[in-house]
Nanobody
Framework: QVQLVESGGGFVQAGGSLRLSCAAS????????MGWYRQCPGKQRERVAV???????YYADSVKGRFTISRANAKNTVYLQMDSLKPEDTAVYYC?????????WGQGTQVTVSS
């Protein structure tokens, strides 16, 4: 069974930085996509950044130039470096693994950015 364990959320002032990590365990094939989504209260979950096993990336317009996604394939781990954080980045951040036709989710980690 696939499991995702996230870490690195917290509280930071605007302009600060945080780094999220997500480690996947279980039966995982090398061809997969890992990424980060976020959700604010009362809003739909939105895609923030994803990266495939070849290292190709996608970023939401709202985070381009501020967030960087990376992965360590040998560790089945994905990272999200978040710089120049803004109050509107406040949300619960979820790690996602898209594997074949299935999606797996982490438990979520809270990121709070104060103004």
């Amino acid at each position: 069974q696939v499991q995702l364990v996230e870490s690195g959320g917290g509280f930071v002032q605007a302009g600060g930085s945080l780094r999220l990590s997500c480690a996947a365990s279980g039966i995982i094939f090398s061809a997969n996509v890992m990424g980060w989504y976020r959700q604010c209260p009362g809003k739909q979950r939105e895609r923030v950044a994803v990266i495939n096993s070849a290292g190709q990336t996608y970023y939401a317009d709202s985070v381009k130039g501020r967030f960087t996604i990376s992965r360590a394939n040998a560790k089945n781990t994905v990272y999200l470096q978040m710089d120049s954080l803004k109050p509107e980045d406040t949300a619960v951040y979820y790690c996602n693994l898209h594997l074949i036709a299935n999606d797996y989710w982490g438990q979520g980690t809270q990121v709070t950015v104060s103004s």
